[in-house]
């Protein structure tokens, strides 16, 4: 499929519900602006951007990449025509985007570091604290992008698509039609580490955001992300961030106020 003939500029839909004057909205509108003023793109607001982009032969595409509140359709579209898409909607229904949040515990202690200072007698900050963002949060395996190898590329997708039902390192060799002594042994090349522990790390990540973003049970939380039970998840989890799920949880919600 070929992309935009515009040279070396690069076009950009941004996907955000600018009417409904949310601040948090126009404040990510303008902090996409400012970043492409200074890296030379064309931005354009399309609230509608699934509408925009279609696989149709030989045609071009109209962007080469999308930020937007990503909805099923949206993310549906920009999976179809390949086009790059940012999520920055935390609460998006769509699971495993490239996504940035806001960094809610840095706030959080931020917030309690200066109420420790006021406590004490100093003066208050004549201006609000802004924290920058910490890191990227991936909510897809940025190993599906990265990997050259087209069978554990496949591999990693299908963990991806999968790893909320309860599939085994038998599942995935299936699924790409390979043995498992050879999935193994070129996913271990490629990516690092065990067949196993990416569907592990990927359970994981997904029951964290549930835990965080819902007030879900943990025996639900376990189910819901392919775990075989609560005691299996605590298990697993534990080993894995070196605190118990409860805990993690308590400690993750308490920098969440508001949910979106």
Request: with cysteine; charged share 25%; hydrophobic share 40%.
């Amino acid at each position: 499929m070929k992309k935009p003939s515009t040279g070396n500029l690069r076009r950009v839909a941004i996907s955000l519900e600018l009417d409904c004057g949310y601040k948090r909205h126009l404040e990510v509108y303008a902090g996409c602006q400012k970043y492409a003023d200074e890296a030379g793109w064309l931005c354009t607001i399309n609230p509608a951007i699934d509408r925009m982009i279609t696989r149709d032969g030989g045609s071009q595409l109209p962007y080469d990449g999308i930020i937007a509140r990503a909805t099923k359709p949206i993310a549906d579209a920009a999976r179809q025509t390949g086009v790059p898409l940012v999520n920055v909607w935390m609460n998006s229904p769509v699971q495993d985007l490239p996504s940035v949040f806001p960094d809610f515990d840095e706030t959080g202690m931020m917030a309690a570091a200066m109420l420790d200072l006021l406590m004490s007698g100093q003066t208050p900050p004549a201006s609000p604290e802004f924290v920058a963002p910490a890191e990227l949060v991936p909510r897809q395996s940025t190993d599906v992008l990265a990997v050259d190898d087209l069978l554990v590329s496949r591999a990693l997708g299908f963990i991806s698509e999968n790893g909320h039902h309860r599939i085994q390192v038998k599942h995935v060799a299936a699924a790409v039609a390979a043995t498992r002594r050879t999935l193994e042994r070129k996913f271990r090349d490629s990516v690092g580490r065990s067949i196993a522990t990416e569907i592990a790390r990927l359970r994981i990540q997904r029951a964290k955001r549930r835990m965080v973003e819902t007030d879900a049970s943990m025996k639900d939380v376990a189910t819901d992300t392919g775990f075989r039970s609560a005691d299996h998840f605590y298990k697993v989890f534990t080993r894995v961030e070196g605190m118990p799920p409860s805990q993690y949880r308590d400690q993750r919600q308490k920098a969440f106020p508001e949910r979106v």
